[in-house]
């Protein structure tokens, strides 16, 4: 039974590859072979994470989410330094959004402090966790949570504008309301949150969940401030994509401090992240988002799964 | 908080009449001013220490391929192993190629808590928005005690 699953495994292996050739097949190439000089996983790692930047702004998703299970998979280092690297891509990610968001009044302020308090608190006990955890369990919780994450892209349906009956008493008090623009129609879109004490309770979880695995939060945060607390999915997405600058912040001080961030991961993972997703805007019109998409859930299920095996050991 | 925005607060709804300009307020435009130009510094930061780095006109504390041969293992056995500084030490070792390229890393991971002192934390006292006053500060102390290493650094 455990034989069938694992040469079932191995075909989907082999089929994921092959719909990302060149990075999957240079990371084959360099990984089997042990007399690979050192210079070499830079370099790849460069290759693998400016594809992974085309591919996560083509499917709309963090680049944190696809750099942590598929560089801890298939490169040789330890999940310390790809969890700190991988937080780094996502702060980098994060920060180089924000601005433009903000001044569109597409991530609001009001909406994503609050939030990131939590967020970032938690991230820190997340991040303790996740560096005291044995390597086997971590590899295993993480194989789980990214599986868990492709589920959630397959299944998650968003609401562009939900119906908010009205502020509820703690988005009141804390004036969490405005307006923005839809470029689009030109209309003026009024909104405000509801379920707002539900929708921070949440976030303990998410900030510990992005601390413990390294991810960037995205793929948590928008149907959180979209579908629970009823925030236009414009204003989550943005607003989600500011936040991770702050809760990845406090996490990556914790990698730093522990000396899990070395720069000859980190470095060519950030700027290999940044110029993909140059690239990944200028093709996104000619792009198909649903293939994109698809093909971006099967990387997350195949990494998922790779990753829970070998935490058992099986690979 | 502007007059305008907070009529548009007061009557929330989901859709409304065609605007061609949208509020947004001041302190969140000088934050993201901040934030964008800090993050390009950062990465231009990372960009130069790294190529020093790379190119070996200024030698790692350990050689990047010794690194190489030590990166499977945990930090913190990485530490022990290569004799490497806790915490914040590498700041007194930027002789080291490695250690000025976490120069740009540690920059672009403090500018939230430049942007947050600089212009949110003035703006909501001018405002006397206490609580929202509150959740920065509490934020600018978690952030701190974060990057200070009080919380723990080094070794597990």
Redesign the interface.
């Known amino acids: 039974m455990m034989n069938t699953l694992i040469e079932k495994f191995n075909a989907f292996t082999v089929a994921v590859s092959s719909a990302m050739p060149d990075a999957a097949n240079a990371v084959s190439a360099a990984a089997g072979n042990p007399d690979t000089p050192?210079?070499v996983?830079?370099a790849v790692l460069f290759v693998t994470t400016f594809v992974l930047g085309i591919v996560a702004v083509l499917a709309g998703v963090g680049g944190g989410v696809l750099f942590v299970p598929i560089v801890g998979s298939f490169f040789?280092?330890?999940l310390?330094?790809v969890r700190?690297a991988g937080l780094?891509v996502a702060?980098?990610g994060a920060?180089?959004a924000?601005?433009?968001l903000?001044?569109?009044?597409l991530a609001?302020?009001?909406l994503a402090?609050?939030v990131?308090?939590i967020a970032?608190?938690f991230s820190?006990i997340g991040a303790?966790i996740g560096?005291?955890l044995p390597?086997n369990i971590l590899q295993m919780a993480l194989g789980a949570t990214i599986c868990a994450i492709a589920v959630l892209f397959i299944f998650s349906k968003n609401s562009d504008?939900p119906?908010?009956p009205?502020?509820d008493g703690l988005s009141k008090?804390?004036?969490i309301?405005?307006?923005?623009?839809?470029e689009s129609?030109?209309?003026?879109?009024?909104?405000?949150v509801h379920r707002t004490l539900k929708g921070y309770l949440t976030f303990i979880f998410i900030g510990l969940i992005a601390g413990m695995f390294g991810l960037g939060a995205g793929w948590a945060n928008v149907p959180v401030l979209n579908l629970l607390m009823g925030a236009p999915l414009k204003l989550a997405v943005g607003s989600s994509k500011f936040l991770l600058?702050?809760t990845d912040?406090?996490?990556?001080?914790?990698y730093?401090?522990?000396?899990?961030?070395?720069?000859?991961?980190?470095?060519?993972s950030?700027?290999g992240i940044?110029l993909g997703s140059q690239v990944g805007v200028k093709l996104l019109s000619k792009s198909k988002p649903k293939a994109v998409r698809y093909l971006v859930i099967a990387m997350l299920l195949f990494a998922g799964i790779n990753s829970f095996l070998k935490g058992l050991g099986v690979m | 908080m502007a007059k305008e925005q907070l009529a548009a607060q007061q009557a929330p709804k989901s859709s409304g009449k065609v605007q061609s300009k949208m509020h947004v307020p001041a302190e969140q435009v000088a934050y993201a001013n901040m934030i964008n130009y800090g993050q390009w510094l950062g990465v231009g930061i990372l960009v130069i220490t790294f190529f020093i780095y790379m190119s070996g006109m200024m030698p790692g504390f350990v050689p990047p391929s010794e690194v190489a041969q030590t990166w499977h293992l945990s930090c913190e056995e990485f530490l022990k192993t290569n004799g490497m500084p806790h915490g914040w030490e590498w700041l007194g070792m930027l002789r080291y190629g490695n250690f000025l390229s976490l120069l740009g890393i540690a920059w672009l991971a403090g500018l939230t808590i430049i942007a947050y002192l600089a212009f949110l934390v003035p703006a909501y006292l001018k405002q006397k928005d206490t609580p929202f006053l509150t959740i920065v500060a509490v934020e600018i102390i978690v952030l701190v005690l974060a990057a200070s290493g009080i919380l723990g650094s080094g070794g597990h």
Do not use: C
């Not at chain 1, 309301?177 to 839809?182: A, K, L, P, R, V």
């Open positions: 050192w210079w996983w830079p040789p280092f330890h310390d330094f700190g780094i702060l980098a920060l180089a924000g601005p433009g903000l001044k569109k009044g609001n302020l009001r402090l609050p990131a308090l970032s608190t820190i303790f560096l005291a390597q504008i119906n908010v009205g502020p008090k804390l004036k309301s405005g307006t923005y623009i839809e129609t030109g209309r003026q879109i009024d909104w405000t600058s702050i912040t406090s996490a990556a001080w914790i730093l401090n522990k000396g899990a961030v070395l720069p000859i991961i980190a470095v060519p950030v700027l940044m």
